[in-house]
């Protein structure tokens, strides 16, 4: 499962339908409704706001809103809640760097030509934008992160 802390503009078509699915996923564990994933370290995140539910559904309308602004149509009903624009998650910088990494190392394969634009923008020394769930914060990778080598 991957949740995206990356603003969800630096996805390809594929990657944005796949954080789609896993969240809705993500959505139902954080309700109960499933034991699949519901130990994913991916939720720690949204279990230590005050309003998992009311995150998880903000950043699914995120994902949404990008879907409209590519021409494509995610059935919103599917969405728990109503996006709270004010609901913020810190996210360090380092582990927006290490997600940035790992899109763009599946990019290369998947689609080169948009991996090329990402690593045009950012080089080594920038910090890609976040999704506005999110706020950056300066720190290291996240301790409920997976590493891997990319």
Known sequence: MRIWSLDPSY????GLAVCWRETL???EALAGNTTDDSNHPQLIRFRGTDN???A???????LADEADARGYSFDRELVALP?????RITVT???LRYEFDG???QLTVRDPGRAEQLLAVHDADTIPMEAALFRAVEGPIER????REF
């Open 11 to 14: 996805l390809d078509n594929t």
């Open 25 to 27: 996923l993500a959505q």
């Open 52 to 54: 998992p539910p009311s």
């Open 56 to 62: 998880i559904s903000t950043y699914l309308h995120l």
């Open 83 to 87: 996006a709270d624009p004010e609901m």
């Open 93 to 95: 910088t380092a582990q």
């Open 103 to 105: 899109l763009c190392a």
């Open 144 to 147: 409920w992160e997976t590493q």
